[in-house]
Structure formats: C-alpha cells, structure tokens
C-alpha cells in the first residue's frame, strides 16, 4: 500500500476545483516539516544499482494527515478521499503484477493470495510467503511497489564503517542492517519502512541521517549473527527482538533435508544467549591468566562455558561440517567450519572466552596440560547429538596467539550406510567386493586426506563383519564404530606400535591399518597378507599406479609388492551439484576430450548440469560430495612388471588392457550423469 502523501499528491495535485484543491508543494513539504532523516536519500556512488532507485518516504501516513490538516493544506474529507483512493489502488495490486511479470507467481497463486488477504486483512506480502513463494521475490517485488530500492544481502557486503555506527543491541531489536556511512548519512536494510521507532532508536544511537532500503527479514537477521558475531554477545539478543527468519518453503528449498540445512545456517538464540552468559561469567577474567586444567575441571554439565563448548560442535554438525577451525588472533577468536571441503567463517568469538573455552576442550581430549602446555598435541572425545554418536578428533597447534584448535567431526555410524551410497559405479562395485572377500592378500586405498577413503574402507568392514570372521583394526583413532570388530585407538593406548597389537591379536581375519606412512606400518601390511590375513591400508597417492609404486619406497622389496597386493583402489570426491538449484545446459562434446570423450562429431551437442546458486547451498551450486574412482586389480602381468620395476606407463597401460578406468573417465561419466562439474573434476584432479 502507497504512502498517504503520494496519493494526496496524485488526487489533489491534479484537481482545479477549489475546494479540494491541495497543492504539490504543500504536500511535498512535508518532508521537511517532519524531518528529513525519515525519508530516502541520494544514491551512494560506490553503492550497486539498487540504489540508484527512486527514494522512498517513511512516513506515518496519521502525522502526515494531522500535518496537513493542522497546516490549512487539506481538509478532512480531502484527507479521507485520499486514504479512499489510497485502499482502492488495491493493497498489493502493484506487487502481484510484478511477481506475474517475472514468473515469481502465477495467477492461481495470486488469486489465492488475494482470497485469504480478503479474509484476514493480512499483509498481502507476508501472505504471498505463507503461501510457499520465495521470500526474496516478494520483497523485490514489494521494493518495486513501493518504489524503493532493494538490497540482496547475500550479494552486497555492507561497510564496516556502518555496523560500527549502531550498536548491536539496537540492530537486533528492530532487525535492521547498517549496510553504508557516508559522513552523517546512514543506510540501513529493513523490512519495514514504516518503523518509525526503528528510525528515531537509529537516529539517536549513530547520530545519522537514516535512509531506509528494503530487504528480506529472514537476510537482514542472518547478517545481523553473522556480521556483528558475537563480538557484542554480552549485549544478549533484547527481548523481543526480532526474529524475522522465514520458514522454508518449496520455493526456498528442495527437501526436508535442505530446508533443515538452511535452518540452522546460522547460529541460533539459544547458542548466543548461552555465549552472552558465558562471557558474562568470565568477563573479570579477560585480563587473567587462566590455569586452563583447573578451569576444565572445575564446570558442570550446566556451566554457560560448557553449554558453549557443545553448542559449537553441535552446529557443525547441523551445516554437515567435517571440521571445526577455532583460530585466536590478537583480537578474538575466528571459529570457522569445513563444509563439502570448503572452509567457511562461521562466527566470532571475543579474547577473553579463550582460555575457559580452550581448557574445556582440552579436558574433554584429556589432554596432559601439565606437561605438554604449549606443545601440539592430539586427543579425541565423543559427543552425542540427537540420538546420535559422533567421535571428535581434536587438535591443538600452538600459535604466538594462543593453540588453535582443529576438531574433525565423523559419525561414528556412518559406515553402515551401505557401499551402494558412495559412488561407484555398478562394474566397480562388483570387482571391489569380490576382491574384499579373497582369504588373503593387500588392498591398498589411496587417496589424500578428506578424500573419503576411511568411509571407504569401513564399508568394505562392514560388509565382511560375519560371526565367521575375526576383524582387527588399528588406527590412531577409529573414526567408526562396528560392533562385533576389535578396534584400537593407539590415541587412547600410548606407547604401543601397529606390530604390539598386531601381535597381541593373534589368528586374524581381516585386518585394516589407518594409512601406511613408513617402513614399519608396510613392513607389517605386507607380513599379515602373506600369512593369510586379508589386509586393507591406506597409502597416500594420486592414482592407483603411483599409490603401487610408492608402496616400494618404504623398503619393501618389488618381489613382495608384486605378490602380496591383490588390487588398488584409488579416490577422490567431487561436490555434488545442488538438487535444489540444478539447471541443465549445452556444451560441444569436444569439449569434454581431455575426459575420455569421444564425440560422434565435431558438432555433437552434449547435456550438462550445473547450480545456479541458492539459500541451501550458500549460493555455491554444491551441497554434498561424491567419489569418483580408479580400480587396479592385479593379474600376472601387472605383478611381474611391478617385480621388475616396470615404468609407471607400462603399469598404467597394464591396468587398463585388465579393466581400469581411469580417475577422469569416472569423473565424466558423474559429469553426464548430472551428479557434478567439469570445474569440479578438473580441479580435484589438476587437469
């Protein structure tokens, strides 16, 4: 619905009848009569195309009515003729023609809208969301109706400048974004342009001339978190603060799932109000120099500084993140998460809950402070969240600002997914698992680390765990939990090798060894399968021939290489194209020679997909990860060339002749399938 004064200026501005009679100027003067900081200002010049939009009023339309009357300018009735025509123009009318002529509704959709805003004389635009339509295309639409600009805040990155000019706590009660100062002009992101104690808490907090420009609730919430941290977390969320997040609806999302994921993108009230407590408690500790193993051990279940420590591990694991980075610097602590591979910033934290924080983890990794202060050093922990078990691996570097901290987060059932989930292809599938169930002999896994080869591997455990079987694994920590299998965390039993356990075990089935990194994990690998042990070991290597050849630089002998090893699979993982903003296009199949493809033409066209971007995968067109595949299984031919130290391209063309495919030609066939990029096989691959 317009402004009053808009359509005081429209009716009466154009009338020459003298008793309704109402001039432009005296409409207009308004703006000046009752302050100028309530309305738009002048475009910024290094601010995006929104604002180059034409300015908008604020005004409430009763002091705007009252002004007039009072003034001589308008009559009563002048004024109600003006609301008359105002409600006439059809409340929304504007909006519905925008959102029809950008395909954001169809005209069902606006019918129904206006059927319910009929029936509940709601606001047509909060009907429009309740419905199911995007939020972001109801407010560009009602940024159009309302002729004022619109700010994507997922795109634009607001001045620092502007969010140090307004407290958090005033942010946060009205749900307003400072976005860019220039000198004593403040332009902020809002919902509603209407809030005319928003613009007065604003005026006086910064001392500025406010101008408003719209944008969605549930983004102008999102940056608030995300913007200010919780660098002013003392300043708890003020009660009755808005909470302007938007359900998530089809439009916004593909699943439950995504729309779950994008729920919990940003940290909730609970978690800074459990921080605003925790810094409440330490804040006389800021200048302290805090005995870290005292502090762990001396909070409850119930301490702000414990809920926190949780809280932090629990959110990851809403945003599906691998790991956790909690990185201190001179000024606070950056704490960031690894999502599909890609670390991303998440929130921050201020100086003085380092200490209690960091004493808090390291008593739940047990970590030796009294000895090892100011040394690296490792230990796990285990957390339960929703009923299910997660094992934390936790890292400690020392750093001039204090030990950053590394935790890698892994579901502890993870492996009982079911290899079917993890990408192979059907043919690959059915070599490996009839490789896994030989009596004897070495599979070797290669991949770099984060490429999903632990997953890998207990898969292939869980598919052989049998009651007729005994399976041992030794780890330095077991990222998985299998009942009915022996596993031992050299973490946890300091002082023992791969060869004590080994050892100890006695009559082994299936033995599998975390990576084999030196000559005694190898020595060990290669022994076991020659005594009728079937072995699974991770090595590291960038393909399957190199991970084999490499086997031989730890001193063991080719001879022993060539008959121990049954077949190397190698891996990598690729980010799955989000199902939520998946579109498809064209490319020439020539284009995708240098992964195997062989096009009919030169002018054949070849179906491709990719993500344009969304609320559910952070606008990167990713959400998940895939793994493409390299499966080497040894014959007579491949063991006596690696016997005789053969060329890697002999290895390689070996392979072939016996069924590999090679890493790429598996990333292309992902690539037709939809499931991912070229960008993303070129780049995991170096291609």
């Given at each position: 619905m317009g402004n009053l004064w808009r359509w005081l200026e429209r009716i009466f501005g154009s009338r020459t009848d003298a008793d309704n009679q109402c001039s432009v100027e005296a409409v207009t003067s308004v703006d000046s009569a009752l302050g100028a900081e309530a309305n738009s200002g002048p475009a910024v010049d290094t601010a995006p195309e929104w604002l180059d939009a034409r300015e908008a009023a604020a005004e409430p339309e009763r002091s705007i009515a009252d002004y007039l009357i009072e003034k001589g300018y308008a009559s009563a009735g002048q004024i109600a003729n003006a609301r008359w025509a105002q409600d006439e123009s059809g409340s929304g009318r504007k909006l519905a023609e925008h959102m029809l002529e950008k395909g954001y509704a169809s005209p069902e959709q606006i019918e129904e809208a206006r059927k319910a805003q009929q029936s509940t004389k709601g606001d047509f635009a909060k009907i429009l969301i309740d419905l199911g339509l995007s939020s972001r295309d109801v407010y560009e639409s009602k940024a159009q109706e309302m002729q004022v600009p619109f700010v994507d805040l997922t795109v634009y990155k607001p001045d620092q400048s502007a969010i140090d000019a307004v407290p958090y706590a005033v942010a946060a009660r009205h749900n307003i974004l400072p976005i860019k100062k220039d000198g004593t002009m403040l332009y902020v992101a809002i919902a509603d342009l209407n809030n005319i104690t928003a613009n007065d808490d604003l005026r006086l907090a910064s001392g500025c001339i406010v101008r408003g420009v719209l944008a969605v609730p549930g983004e102008i919430t999102a940056s608030i978190d995300r913007l200010y941290g919780l660098s002013h977390a003392s300043e708890p969320r003020p009660k009755g603060a808005a909470n302007e997040s938007e359900p998530k609806t089809a439009s916004d999302s593909g699943s439950e799932d995504t729309a779950s994921d994008s729920t919990h993108r940003y940290w909730t009230d609970e978690a800074k109000t459990s921080m605003a407590q925790a810094m409440a408690e330490y804040a006389a500790w800021n200048s302290a120099q805090i005995d870290l193993d005292a502090a762990g051990r001396q909070e409850t279940e119930d301490a702000p500084i414990v809920r926190l420590a949780n809280m932090i591990v629990q959110q990851a694991i809403k945003e599906r993140a691998s790991e956790i980075h909690i990185e201190p610097d001179r000024r606070g602590m950056c704490i960031r998460h690894r999502i599909d591979g890609v670390l991303r910033e998440a929130i921050q934290v201020p100086k003085f809950i380092q200490s209690p924080l960091l004493g808090r983890y390291a008593m739940m990794a047990e970590f030796n402070l009294a000895t090892h202060r100011g040394k690296p050093q490792r230990g796990l922990f285990e957390i339960t969240y929703r009923d299910q078990s997660y094992l934390i691996q936790l890292g400690a570097t020392p750093t001039p600002s204090g030990d950053k901290l590394t935790l890698k987060i892994a579901a502890m059932d993870a492996a009982r997914q079911g290899m079917n989930k993890l990408g192979f292809t059907p043919e690959v599938q059915a070599r490996l698992e009839e490789l896994a169930q030989r009596q004897s002999g070495l599979l070797l896994f290669a991949g770099p680390h984060g490429s999903g080869v632990s997953t890998t591997q207990y898969g292939l455990l869980n598919k052989l765990n049998s009651v007729e079987r005994s399976l041992l694994t030794i780890e330095p920590y077991s990222s998985f939990r299998l009942p009915g299998v022996t596993q031992v965390d050299l973490l946890r039993r300091r002082g023992l090798t791969y060869r004590d356990i080994w050892r100890a075990a006695c009559d082994v089935d299936?033995?599998?060894?975390?990576?084999?990194?030196?000559?005694?994990?190898?020595?060990?690998?290669?022994?076991?399968?020659?005594?009728?042990?079937?072995?699974?070991?991770?090595?590291?290597?960038?393909?399957?021939?190199?991970?084999?050849m490499r086997f031989t630089e730890f001193g063991i002998s080719a001879d022993r290489v060539g008959r121990s090893v049954r077949g190397v699979l190698a891996q990598h993982l690729v980010r799955r194209i989000c199902t939520?903003?998946?579109?498809?296009?064209?490319?020439?199949?020539?284009?995708?020679?240098?992964?195997?493809?062989?096009?009919f033409n030169s002018g054949q066209s070849v179906q491709l997909a990719r993500g344009r971007g969304c609320e559910t995968c952070f606008q990167s067109g990713y959400k998940g990860r895939i793994g493409i595949f390299e499966l080497l299984v040894m014959n007579a031919e491949i063991a006596d060339l690696v016997a005789r130290c053969g060329s890697t391209e002999r290895l390689e063309e070996a392979a072939r002749g016996n069924g590999m495919h090679l890493l790429c030609e598996d990333g292309l066939v992902k690539v037709l399938e939809g499931m991912t990029t070229t960008e993303q096989v070129m780049q995991v691959l170096s291609l």
């Amino acid at each position: 619905m317009g402004n009053l004064w808009r359509w005081l200026e429209r009716i009466f501005g154009s009338r020459t009848d003298a008793d309704n009679q109402c001039s432009v100027e005296a409409v207009t003067s308004v703006d000046s009569a009752l302050g100028a900081e309530a309305n738009s200002g002048p475009a910024v010049d290094t601010a995006p195309e929104w604002l180059d939009a034409r300015e908008a009023a604020a005004e409430p339309e009763r002091s705007i009515a009252d002004y007039l009357i009072e003034k001589g300018y308008a009559s009563a009735g002048q004024i109600a003729n003006a609301r008359w025509a105002q409600d006439e123009s059809g409340s929304g009318r504007k909006l519905a023609e925008h959102m029809l002529e950008k395909g954001y509704a169809s005209p069902e959709q606006i019918e129904e809208a206006r059927k319910a805003q009929q029936s509940t004389k709601g606001d047509f635009a909060k009907i429009l969301i309740d419905l199911g339509l995007s939020s972001r295309d109801v407010y560009e639409s009602k940024a159009q109706e309302m002729q004022v600009p619109f700010v994507d805040l997922t795109v634009y990155k607001p001045d620092q400048s502007a969010i140090d000019a307004v407290p958090y706590a005033v942010a946060a009660r009205h749900n307003i974004l400072p976005i860019k100062k220039d000198g004593t002009m403040l332009y902020v992101a809002i919902a509603d342009l209407n809030n005319i104690t928003a613009n007065d808490d604003l005026r006086l907090a910064s001392g500025c001339i406010v101008r408003g420009v719209l944008a969605v609730p549930g983004e102008i919430t999102a940056s608030i978190d995300r913007l200010y941290g919780l660098s002013h977390a003392s300043e708890p969320r003020p009660k009755g603060a808005a909470n302007e997040s938007e359900p998530k609806t089809a439009s916004d999302s593909g699943s439950e799932d995504t729309a779950s994921d994008s729920t919990h993108r940003y940290w909730t009230d609970e978690a800074k109000t459990s921080m605003a407590q925790a810094m409440a408690e330490y804040a006389a500790w800021n200048s302290a120099q805090i005995d870290l193993d005292a502090a762990g051990r001396q909070e409850t279940e119930d301490a702000p500084i414990v809920r926190l420590a949780n809280m932090i591990v629990q959110q990851a694991i809403k945003e599906r993140a691998s790991e956790i980075h909690i990185e201190p610097d001179r000024r606070g602590m950056c704490i960031r998460h690894r999502i599909d591979g890609v670390l991303r910033e998440a929130i921050q934290v201020p100086k003085f809950i380092q200490s209690p924080l960091l004493g808090r983890y390291a008593m739940m990794a047990e970590f030796n402070l009294a000895t090892h202060r100011g040394k690296p050093q490792r230990g796990l922990f285990e957390i339960t969240y929703r009923d299910q078990s997660y094992l934390i691996q936790l890292g400690a570097t020392p750093t001039p600002s204090g030990d950053k901290l590394t935790l890698k987060i892994a579901a502890m059932d993870a492996a009982r997914q079911g290899m079917n989930k993890l990408g192979f292809t059907p043919e690959v599938q059915a070599r490996l698992e009839e490789l896994a169930q030989r009596q004897s002999g070495l599979l070797l896994f290669a991949g770099p680390h984060g490429s999903g080869v632990s997953t890998t591997q207990y898969g292939l455990l869980n598919k052989l765990n049998s009651v007729e079987r005994s399976l041992l694994t030794i780890e330095p920590y077991s990222s998985f939990r299998l009942p009915g299998v022996t596993q031992v965390d050299l973490l946890r039993r300091r002082g023992l090798t791969y060869r004590d356990i080994w050892r100890a075990a006695c009559d082994v089935d299936v033995l599998h060894i975390d990576r084999v990194s030196n000559k005694e994990t190898a020595d060990l690998a290669v022994s076991a399968a020659e005594a009728g042990t079937l072995v699974l070991a991770a090595i590291d290597g960038a393909d399957a021939v190199s991970a084999l050849m490499r086997f031989t630089e730890f001193g063991i002998s080719a001879d022993r290489v060539g008959r121990s090893v049954r077949g190397v699979l190698a891996q990598h993982l690729v980010r799955r194209i989000c199902t939520n903003c998946k579109e498809f296009y064209d490319v020439r199949g020539v284009e995708l020679r240098r992964f195997g493809f062989k096009p009919f033409n030169s002018g054949q066209s070849v179906q491709l997909a990719r993500g344009r971007g969304c609320e559910t995968c952070f606008q990167s067109g990713y959400k998940g990860r895939i793994g493409i595949f390299e499966l080497l299984v040894m014959n007579a031919e491949i063991a006596d060339l690696v016997a005789r130290c053969g060329s890697t391209e002999r290895l390689e063309e070996a392979a072939r002749g016996n069924g590999m495919h090679l890493l790429c030609e598996d990333g292309l066939v992902k690539v037709l399938e939809g499931m991912t990029t070229t960008e993303q096989v070129m780049q995991v691959l170096s291609l």
